[in-house]
T-cell receptor, first 114, second 114 residues
Framework: AQSVSQHNHHVILSEAASLELGCNYS??????LFWYVQYPGQHLQLLLK??????LVKGIKGFEAEFIKSKFSFNLRKPSVQWSDTAEYFC????????????FGRGTQLTVWP | DADVTQTPRNRITKTGKRIMLECSQT?????MYWYRQDPGLGLRLIYY???????NKGEISDGYSVSRQAQAKFSLSLESAIPNQTALYFC?????????????FGPGTRLTVL
């Protein structure tokens, strides 16, 4: 069975601190990976995605993620967070051969203090 | 994303009542999905549909049913609501033709079952 793990449930940072949120997936074949963000009271929005090619993916709002196949990881990073980055972040994946079904991690709540 | 709409946005109902949640999209996508979000559990897939004649169960379909009335409409029904179906429900769409099958989410329906 495929699963996505996010080990950090709640991360608290001060503004300008660097961010790294962990994401691991369990499927051994081709995977497509996503990070979504959910701001308070809002729906999920796509931050970035990886399908193939350069394993370092850049997304919106200064976020990036690195796909490391040997570690089954797709960690999200941002060099300097802002108060407006306070949100819940979800990692998700689906198998490359069966596009459509997304498997989500449980989410990481990020709180940034001004 | 304003292209994916959900009605109602909020609903309070009583145990045993039949409830229908509706999702419409103007993105022209062929695939549609229903998820529920519970605190600490992330998003879990209830049902998905790859086209009008294709309906598939997700991880947690018990107690739910769906109808794909048209390519643009996908409704979720709770035949006899129970309190543990209290959750935030999201509809999503994706386009197989893009090759990436990225999912775009609606604003959500907050359902409370008393």
């Amino acid at each position: 069975a495929q699963s996505v793990s996010q080990h950090n449930h709640h991360v608290i940072l001060s503004e300008a601190a660097s961010l790294e949120l962990g994401c691991n997936y369990s499927y051994g074949g081709t995977v497509n990976l996503f990070w979504y963000v959910q701001y308070p009271g809002q729906h999920l929005q796509l931050l970035l995605k990886y399908f193939s090619g350069d394993p370092l993916v850049k997304g919106i709002k200064g976020f990036e993620a690195e796909f490391i196949k040997s570690k089954f990881s797709f960690n999200l990073r941002k060099p300097s967070v802002q108060w407006s980055d306070t949100a819940e972040y979800f990692c998700a994946s689906h198998r490359g051969s069966t596009l459509g079904r997304l498997y989500f991690g449980r989410g990481t709540q990020l709180t940034v203090w001004p | 994303d304003a292209d994916v709409t959900q009605t109602p946005r909020n609903r309070i109902t009583k145990t045993g009542k039949r409830i229908m949640l509706e999702c419409s999209q103007t993105k022209g996508h062929d695939r549609m999905y229903w998820y529920r979000q519970d605190p600490g559990l992330g998003l879990r897939l209830i049902y998905y549909s790859f086209d009008v004649k294709d309906i598939n169960k997700g991880e947690i379909s018990d107690g739910y049913s769906v109808s794909r009335q048209a390519q643009a409409k996908f409704s979720l029904s709770l035949e006899s609501a129970i309190p543990n179906q209290t959750a935030l429900y999201f509809c999503a769409t994706s386009d197989r033709g893009t090759g990436t099958d990225t999912q775009y989410f609606g604003p959500g329906t907050r359902l409370t079952v008393l």
